[in-house]
Every structure is written in structure tokens, then in C-alpha cells.
């Protein structure tokens, strides 16, 4: 459904992507793993078209999304959400503005649709009766999952997620690993999750592809990148396990 072809970024002299290939099939969650700075926002912004690459094309459905003009990447993005790192809310607005922004700029809901979708998608996440408060009166991990119910609210066919535990303690970051498949079963879409953490890989990730000097070094399942003797791999894979150990 999803097809990256050697895909290449370059920002001033600095090569990110150096020819990524990568497919991401429909109705999976996949993670994207990588050490800090090796390139993983960048390809999510490719993705969804939020940056244009020097070479190659993301494939969406067969159609090269990189090519398009800003008006035709609006129906490419209807059927993409992105949680953004952070949580990237809206502080001046309350949860219920932040959660419908856009059904409000792009749908013909009237006020009272908006607001029993904004409800019904702030159920889903597990949030109840926030829809007055302002983002700066919930925790983190709420304002996390307030996020997800934004992105969830235009009915997307894609989920994209950038980091989607960082910076939360660890059962809060396993609670949202757990609201990441849940919602995976419930809406059936397709989930690609940007993270640096194996844990979250481990609970979510049907597969896995490791991001690594600007290209896909690694590209399968949950089960054959533990098999892997890839030493690069590995170092990857064990070492972010002894820093969150240290860290511990
Ligand atoms: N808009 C930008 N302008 C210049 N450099 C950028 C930009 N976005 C990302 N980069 C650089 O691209 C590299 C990869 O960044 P990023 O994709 O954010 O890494 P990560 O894997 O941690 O998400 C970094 O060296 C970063 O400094
Ligand atoms: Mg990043």
C-alpha cells in the first residue's frame, strides 16, 4: 500500500535519506527504528508530504505522492493522520477545539456532529469529560492521547506516530503502547510508528524496519529481528536496552 523507492534528502551538505526502499503493507503496525538523528521524523514527513525529496517517490496506492502540488496532496492527506512528537497541541484552544480543528476546516459536520465526534474519538483513547480543559491542565501522557483522538477524528486510513513514548515513565509509555494496538483492532488501519524504543517495538510492531546511515538496513518481522545476527543490528537493539537499563 505504502511504497518508498529509493528515496534521497539532503539538508545543505547533510545526506539523510541515501536511497530508502521500503514497503508497509496495508492493515499492519510497522515500526520505524533508528538511533537519534539518523533520519526517522524526516521520513515520516515524506510520507505525508510534508517535505519534498531530492530523488525517489513515496508510493501511496500507486500514485507518487512526492510529485503532487499542494492542492492534490489534500486527498492524499485526508486518508493520513500524524501524532506528532510532543503532543503538539494547541494551547490557547481547549481539548474539544484541539480534537475537532479538522473536522471544523475540512468536513461540513455542523457544531453538534463535531462535538459528539470529538467526544466519541476522546472515548476511544480512554479520556472522559476534558472536552472544556486546556492542554496545559492535563499530564503528559494525557495530552498524548489527546493527540491520537485528534489524529483519529478525520478517519484516517493511515496512522503515523513520531515517538509516541517519548519522554513519558514507563507505565505510561506502555499504556500507550497498548492504546497504539487497540486502536490498530478497532479502526483496522495502518500504522507506522517512528520510535527508538524496543519495548514499544516489542508490544505493537507486526514489522520492523531499522533506518541506518540512510538507508533500510533491516527490513521484517518482530521475530526475525531478534534472529538477526546483524551486528550492526544488534548493537542498535542492545544498546538502546542498556542505556534505558542505566537509566532505569
Ligand atoms: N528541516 C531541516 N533542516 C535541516 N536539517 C534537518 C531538518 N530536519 C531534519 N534535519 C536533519 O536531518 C537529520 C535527521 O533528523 P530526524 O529525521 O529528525 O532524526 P530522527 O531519526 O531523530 O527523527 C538530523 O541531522 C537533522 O538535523
Ligand atoms: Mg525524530
Known sequence: MIEIKQLFKRFEGNEVLRGVDLTIGKGHTTAIIGSSGSGKS???????????????????????????????????????????????????????????????????????QIARRVTECLDWVGLHKIEKLSPAELSGGMQKRVAIARAIAMEPEILLYDEPTTGLDPIRANSINDLIVHLQNKLDVTSIVVTHDMNSVERIADFVAFLHNGRIRFEGTVQELRESEDVILRNFVEGVDEVETLAA
Do not use: W
Not at 494551547?91 to 477545539?97: Q, V
Open 42 to 112: 524526516v521520513l515520516l514527513k515524506h510520507i505525508i508530504g510534508l517535505l519534498k525529496p531530492e530523488a525517489g517517490c513515496v508510493f501511496l496506492d500507486g500514485v507518487c505522492v512526492t510529485d503532487l502540488n499542494y492542492e492534490q496532496l489534500k486527498d492524499v492527506r485526508k486518508k493520513m493522520a500524524m501524532v506528532f512528537q510532543g503532543a503538539a497541541l494547541f494551547d490557547s484552544m481547549t481539548i474539544a477545539e484541539n480534537v475537532g480543528i479538522g473536522l471544523y476546516s475540512h468536513t461540513r459536520m455542523s457544531r453538534e
